[in-house]
């Protein structure tokens, strides 16, 4: 299968985030299990976490969660699987570095829902867009107090055994 | 009586950036005023203006989300322990639809994670 992969940055200064980089460095092998996540769900959302280390800022630890909404146009996690993985994070040190889900008509960018509810500010909010079959759209953004900034994902290999 | 309750990072603020403060109540709500005297503001929050728990905050006792225990009358005792994390949740639908969708005004978003304080 051939894939495409866009994404992109936003051009111009950023504001800083205190420690949190304007970058999102993320495995390879995770981004094709999101994106696999993703198209196994359209047209519904697809939705999870990248778990990593505490203050690392790296995701290492993939965690597909159901989408409790099971609409095209909503995710929701489900509230008891979230309190079991959120549990499981602190257990091990972890916090939610990305935070996921799929648009699956429409583009990669947050819905003014999606600002709204957006209650990690310490998490990337990566969108994978699923409306072309042949290619996806991947983007990553902080979202904190209501404002966005988009951030350049650096694509890279073999930073987690997969 | 002390209840544990462990705070989301996106309320910390409200704690003086503690993940943990105790606080005391036989009942959610009791808990909930309790918390606001030490941590002013928390209960914004958590409740909406008309006295409910906000729909995108999830609360938990011990292992059980309040929703399956009587909400803010979910009865509490000494030494349980109290999980606060904002809802994850959002998506491609407007905030409108997405409002009308949930059963609330859309001029009002529910979400604790959004400012409701004069910030």
Redesign the interface.
């Known amino acids: 299968m051939i894939r495409t992969r866009v994404s992109t940055a936003t051009p111009g200064p950023a504001p800083g985030h205190g420690n949190v980089n304007d970058v999102l460095t993320i495995d390879s092998a995770i981004v094709d299990a999101i994106v696999a996540h993703a198209r196994r769900d359209h047209p519904d ?1 697809a ?1 999870g ?1 990248v778990a990593g280390p505490v203050g690392s800022d790296l995701p290492t630890r993939h965690i597909a ?1 159901d989408n409790a ?1 099971r ?7 489900d ?2 699987e ?2 079991r993985v ?1 549990r499981e994070m602190d257990d091990n040190d972890e916090e939610p570095v990305v ?1 996921y ?1 799929s ?4 583009e990669a960018y ?5 600002i ?7 998490a990337h909010y990566v969108l994978v867009s699923t409306r072309e079959p042949d290619s996806e759209e991947i983007r990553s953004f902080r979202i904190v ?2 404002v966005v900034t988009e951030e350049e994902v650096n694509i890279v290999d073999a930073t987690v055994d997969a | 009586m002390a209840i544990e309750v462990r705070v989301p990072t996106i309320l910390r603020s409200y704690t003086g950036g503690s993940k943990v403060v105790e606080g005391s109540g036989a009942t959610l709500s009791g808990l909930i005023d309790d918390l606001d005297t030490k941590h002013s503001g928390l209960k914004g929050r958590l409740l909406t203006p008309e006295g409910g728990l906000h729909r995108f905050v999830n609360v938990y006792v011990n292992d059980e989300d309040v929703r399956f225990l009587g909400a803010l009358d979910a009865p509490l005792s000494d030494g349980d322990s109290v999980t606060i994390l904002p809802a994850v949740a959002g998506g491609a639908l407007g905030f409108a639809a997405a409002a009308a969708l949930l059963g609330r005004p859309s001029n009002r978003p529910a979400a604790a994670p959004n400012r409701t304080e004069g910030q």
């Open positions: 959302e939705c976490v969660m909404a609409s095209m146009t909503f995710y929701e996690f509230s008891m979230q309190l959120w935070i889900h648009h699956t008509a429409t947050p819905s003014r829902t999606d709204s509810l957006a209650g990690e500010p310490g107090d209501g």
